[in-house]
C-alpha cells in the first residue's frame, strides 16, 4: 500500500498553466522528496495528489485505483504541514487524537493509536501538556503524531521543517528519516532546500516552472544531472560554470566543475585566479577565486589551507569530473 501514479497531470490556475503534465511514479514505502525553487509548483502537485486542489486534466492512480476524482478522506493521504496548527487549548493526547474523534472512532482504538504514535515519536511523557508548554521541534513532532494516527497509506509533507531554527531542522531531518524506517510507509516531502533533499531522500523530483526536469537517487543526480539546471542546483556550494574558451576547448558551450573537485596548486593548474574570500571552516577551506579571465569560481578543499585572500592559485579539475553543457544547457 502506498504506491501513487500521476499520469499527465495539469493544474491552471485561470489562464496560468501551474502544472503543464506531469507524469511520475511513486512506489510503496518510498522517501521521495520534490525540490525546486520557490514558486515552481511544488506545493500544488502535492495539493493535487492529496486531493486538495483538482487537476484540470490528468490522472492520480492511489494503489491501483483511480483516484482523480475521489475527496482527501477516500485517499487515505495524510499531509503535514509547515505551519503545525495545533489547537493550543487542547493537550497534546487530544491534538494527535484530533482526527480519530472527527472520524468517530470508538475512545480505546483512539487511545492505542495516540500512545503507539506518542512512542514512535519520544512523547509519552508529554501527553498532557499544551501546545503552548512544548518546543517547536515537540509541536512539529505531536503535528506528525496526528497523521500517524491515521494510519495512512502515505504522508505528504509540505516544508514541515521551514520554520524551525538551523539546528533544529537538523535534528528533525534525522528524526524524519528514522520515522520512515520505522514506518517503511510512502512518504512525500516538498522543500525547496537541496540538502535536506539529498539526505532523506531515496528518490528526487527536481522541478522548475511545474516541469520535472530529472528523477532520480541523490547520488544519481549528483553525478550525471541532466541539464545545468540541476547540475546547478544540486550540490552546495553550487557548481561552478565556465564559458568560453575553456569550455571551448573542450567541445562544449559551458563547463561545470563542482567546488570539491579542483585541485589547488600554488605554483600551476589549468585555471589561475586571485583568491578573494578564504573561508576556514577547519573542517573545509572555500575559495572565492576570480579566475583570470572574469570567471568566479568557488573550490574546497578538505581541512586546513594555508592559502589566503590575494594570493595567486591555480586550480585543475579532476580526471573524469568535469560536465559539458550545449547551448541549451543539457548535459553532453
Ligand atoms: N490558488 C492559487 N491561485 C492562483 N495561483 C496559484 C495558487 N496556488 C499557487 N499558485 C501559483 O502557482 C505557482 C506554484 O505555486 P506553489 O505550488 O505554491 O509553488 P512552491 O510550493 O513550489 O513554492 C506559483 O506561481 C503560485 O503563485
Ligand atoms: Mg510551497
Known amino acids: 500500500m502506498g504506491s501513487i501514479t500521476l499520469e499527465q497531470v495539469r493544474k491552471n490556475f485561470g489562464d496560468v498553466e501551474v502544472i503543464p503534465g506531469v507524469d511520475l511514479e511513486i512506489n510503496d514505502g518510498e522517501f521521495v522528496v520534490f525540490v525546486g525553487p520557490s514558486g515552481c509548483g511544488k506545493s500544488t502537485l502535492l495539493r493535487l495528489i492529496a486531493g486538495l486542489e483538482d487537476v484540470t486534466s490528468g490522472r492520480i492512480v492511489i494503489d491501483g485505483q483511480d483516484m482523480t476524482q475521489a475527496a482527501p478522506a477516500r485517499r487515505k493521504l495524510a499531509m503535514v504541514f509547515q505551519s ?23 475512545a480505546e482504538e483512539q487511545e492505542r493509536r495516540v500512545q503507539h504514535a506518542a512512542g514512535i515519536l519520544n512523547l509519552t511523557d508529554y501527553l498532557d501538556r499544551r501546545p503552548g508548554q512544548l518546543s517547536g521541534g515537540q509541536r512539529q513532532r505531536v503535528a506528525i503524531g496526528r497523521a500517524i494516527v491515521r494510519e495512512p497509506s502515505a504522508f505528504l509533507f509540505d516544508e514541515p521543517l521551514s520554520n524551525l531554527d538551523a539546528a533544529l531542522r537538523v535534528n528533525m531531518r534525522v528524526e524524519i528519516s528514522e520515522l520512515h524506517k520505522k514506518l517503511a510507509t510512502t512518504m512525500v ?84 585566479g586571485t583568491v578573494g574570500v578564504a573561508e576556514h571552516l577547519g573542517s573545509d577551506t572555500f575559495l572565492h577565486v576570480d579566475l583570470d579571465d572574469g570567471t568566479h569560481v568557488v573550490a574546497r578543499a578538505a581541512g586546513e589551507v594555508p592559502v589566503h585572500h590575494g594570493d595567486r592559485i591555480h586550480l585543475t579539475p579532476q580526471e573524469g569530473r568535469v560536465y559539458r553543457f550545449d547551448q541549451q544547457g543539457l548535459a553532453l
Open 84 to 106: 503545525y496548527a495545533l489547537y493550543p487549548h487542547m493537550s497534546v493526547r487530544k491534538n494527535i487524537a484530533f482526527p480519530l474523534k472527527m472520524a468517530g472512532m470508538a
Open 189 to 272: 516531502y516538498v522543500t525547496h532546500d537541496q540538502v535536506e533533499a539529498m539526505t532523506m531522500a531515496d528518490k528526487i523530483v527536481v522541478l522548475r516552472a511545474g516541469h520535472i526536469e530529472q528523477v532520480g537517487s541523490p547520488l544519481e543526480l549528483y553525478r550525471s544531472p541532466r541539464n545545468r539546471f540541476v547540475a546547478g542546483f544540486i550540490g552546495s556550494p553550487n557548481m561552478n560554470f565556465l564559458e568560453g574558451a575553456a569550455a571551448a576547448g573542450l567541445g562544449a558551450h559551458a563547463i561545470g566543475v563542482r567546488p570539491e573537485h579542483f585541485a589547488m596548486s600554488t605554483t600551476e593548474g589549468a585555471f589561475s
